[in-house]
């Protein structure tokens, strides 16, 4: 069982910065591949980023490529999201999962465990 904890989130202007992270319980936090997702009103959860369990293999979805970057600490069991340029469509809840698999996977089927999400609300 891994418990997932976001942190980070809040109100910026548009072109501004936020970092998300996303903190996991337990001692295999390595073993995992780590995604965000993201959710805006009215719209289906849709994938961010993923980074797989050594940190060595990342995925961003066109949208985000370029100004969000994904990365994680296995030593500290946190998993990071540098969000840059913020765009009010960026607008949405930001989760966090994890998915008990050393490889990335854009489909949020194919996760196990989800956080609870952290607000993220861009101003234009």
């Known amino acids: 069982q891994v418990q997932l904890v976001e942190s980070g989130g809040g109100l910026v202007q548009a072109g501004g910065s936020l970092r998300l992270s996303c903190t996991a319980s337990?001692?295999?936090?390595?073993?995992?591949?780590m995604g965000w997702f993201r959710q805006a009103p009215g719209r289906e959860r849709e994938f961010v980023s993923v980074?797989?369990?050594?940190?060595?293999?990342?995925d961003h979805a066109d949208s985000v490529k370029g100004r969000f970057t994904i990365s994680r600490d296995n030593g500290k069991n946190t998993l990071y999201l540098q969000m840059n340029s913020l765009k009010p469509e960026d607008t949405a809840v930001y989760y966090c999962?994890?998915?008990?698999?050393?490889?990335?996977?854009?489909?949020?089927?194919?996760?196990?465990?989800w956080g609870q999400g952290t607000q993220v609300t861009v101003s234009s």
């Open positions: 980074i797989s369990w050594s940190g060595q293999s990342t």
């Open positions: 337990g001692r295999t936090f390595s073993r995992y591949a």
């Open positions: 999962a994890a998915r008990r698999s050393f490889g990335t996977s854009r489909h949020d089927d194919d996760y196990d465990y």
